[in-house]
């Protein structure tokens, strides 16, 4: 029985009995999207390997087999890239010679392990968190666009790029001052796979739009940065104010701007105000008679114990994305 519950078996009775199939079909038999299906053409060299004529290129039984294969290695935990090797390496004897997309040296092998305690993670954590330590920004990178390219921007963030995060938190907490240098070199990249993944600025749109900032003397940006591109790719609109927003400029930026939503963001019990959330959450515009006040979310693992009815606090990305989503649209 194929993937999507159809009857045709045996690599998809021989890719159409030697026609090929269309690179939409090969996804939906594997469940997959077409885009991560080209993207394992692109990165990996795992397209067909021949071509059919014609300006759309088809996949043989034997590149059915070679994803299926792929998707196997990867559901098991293993890094695309180790997986597509894999893959390329187990092809039959009758399979064509293959062409194979440039790739960049692999990193050198790191004689020690990691040293963190990552606990059960995915394995995409462990080569992020050996690529930070060696500070090899290559290597870093390509890890970094490979989970979100594979994953989805959400589950990346959640379960590999955070897990990663916190460990080299962690590291450093109990090294002393060793190992900063390390969670900066992580932060910076993966800050700038963020920005290369978000789709183009939303334009404005009355009652749509969500602010997001940190509050005073607070600086840790990359939450927000993610919550930023993850709205953005459904088309929400955002601005984004960044590390330690005065107050005075807060209110004026909400003022400015209007937003269904707002997004504040404090790390440290030492920085959260629920005073300033009630504030801006008071904070209202509008021709007199339909006056509107934002719903403000607070973020952060330093606004524990200091919430109150009316400002959200969803403890992960997909709930704040939800909130801001159920706001927008109601």
Partial sequence: MGLDGDDE?????????????TTGEVARRLGVAPTTVRSWDRRYGL?????????????T????????????????GLPPAEAARLALGEAGPDTPPRRTAPRPPPPERSRAGTGMRLGDVRQECKGIARSALRLDAAALDTLLEDAIEDHGLVAAW????????????????????RYVEVEHFLSWHVSGALRRHAPPVVADRPGATTVLACVPAENHTLPLEVLAAALAER??????????????????AVRRTGPAAV??????RTTASRPLAQ?????????????????????????AGQTSPGLPHPPGLSEAVAVVESVVHR
């Avoid at 997004?263 to 440290?268: C, D, E, N, T």
């Fill in 9 to 21: 078996t045996d690599a998809e009775a021989d890719a159409r009995r030697g026609g090929g199939l």
């Fill in 47 to 59: 397209g067909p390997a021949a071509h059919t004529g014609g300006r759309h290129r088809r996949w």
């Fill in 61 to 76: 039984a034997g590149d059915l087999a070679r994803l299926e294969r792929m998707c196997a290695l990867t559901a098991t």
């Fill in 158 to 177: 959640t379960e590999v790029i955070m897990p990663t995060l916190q460990a080299v938190g962690r590291k450093w907490e109990t090294a002393g001052e």
């Fill in 235 to 252: 088309g929400l609109p955002v601005r984004m104010f960044g590390g330690a927003l005065p107050v005075e400029s807060l209110v004026t």
């Fill in 263 to 268: 997004g504040l963001w404090a790390q440290s």
């Fill in 279 to 303: 504030h801006v959450s008071a904070i209202e515009w509008g021709v007199r008679g339909a006056r509107r006040k934002p719903v403000v979310l607070t973020l952060g693992p330093g606004w």
